[in-house]
């Protein structure tokens, strides 16, 4: 049913979104820009209504991702199932996720080196369990194998126990091999390269004795 535009106002809590009031009652909400084109007693037919409905739903959409990727970059697969969770149909999430992957918010590559580069340096873990991580959020195997290029498993499993030798200090070799290695499965590191490590934390403890 085509109504005309009684009010437009400005959302408190998303300067960003403009609510738009057909015939004195709410509507719908577009986004600022969108706002700009409208004025107070414009005429407005079903189609029109629907395009700016539409075309509202994908502006908050696309800024829900925004704010969604200044928490830590994100994959598509990620940014996906995110916009799933809130209901946007199909259609809708294809055309936010294009934008943002045109505008350079969203890059799979970028993405899985980020991850690899944040989990070695605050949470070493073995390429295995990088792997699994990266493929649980969708990342291509070629860009997978890409971002760990430059793992050294070896230097990842020595990051991960370092700061852990003084607490282990007290215990005997048997007990202190138990701990080490069974802390580096846990991260997905293979036996060989966490008895590697176990012996290189060893013997350094034992000469720092």
Same mark, same amino acid.
């Given at each position: 049913?085509?109504?005309?535009? /009684? ?15 057909i015939?004195?009652k709410?509507?719908? !909400?577009?986004g600022?820009?969108? !706002?700009?084109?409208l ?13 700016l +409905? ?12 925004? +704010? ?7 994959? /598509?697969?990620?940014i ?7 209901e ?12 943002? /992957? +045109? ?13 690899v580069?944040n989990r070695?340096?605050?949470?070493p ?15 291509a ?15 990842? !499993? ?8 003084d607490r ?8 202190f091999a138990?701990?080490?290695?069974g802390f580096?499965? +846990?991260r ?8 590697? /490590? ?7 403890l034992?000469?720092? !004795?």
């Open positions: 049913m085509a109504g005309t535009i /009684t009010a437009l106002r400005v959302q408190k809590k998303n300067k960003e979104r403009v609510n738009v009031y015939d004195e709410y509507a719908f !909400a577009v600022l820009n969108t !706002a700009l084109e004025r107070k007693g414009q005429q407005l037919s079903d189609a029109q209504m629907a395009e +409905r539409a075309a509202g739903e994908e502006n908050k959409a696309y800024h829900q991702v925004l +704010r969604y990727l200044g928490m830590r970059p994100r994959s /598509t697969t990620e996906r199932r995110y916009l799933a969770r809130k946007y149909d199909a259609a809708l999430i294809d055309h936010v996720v294009e934008r943002v /992957t +045109r505008e350079g918010y969203l890059d799979d590559q970028a993405f899985a080196d980020f991850w580069d070695t340096r605050f949470r873990r073995s390429a295995r369990a990088l792997r699994h991580e990266l493929r649980e959020k969708g990342v195997p070629d860009m997978i194998d890409q971002a760990l290029t430059e793992l050294d498993e070896g230097d990842a !499993a020595w990051d991960a126990v370092a700061g852990r030798l282990w200090r007290d215990l005997d070799e048997r007990e138990q701990k080490l290695i580096l499965s +846990r997905g590191f293979s036996y060989a390269v966490a008895r590697a /490590t176990c012996d290189r934390a060893w013997d350094q034992q000469r720092d !004795a």
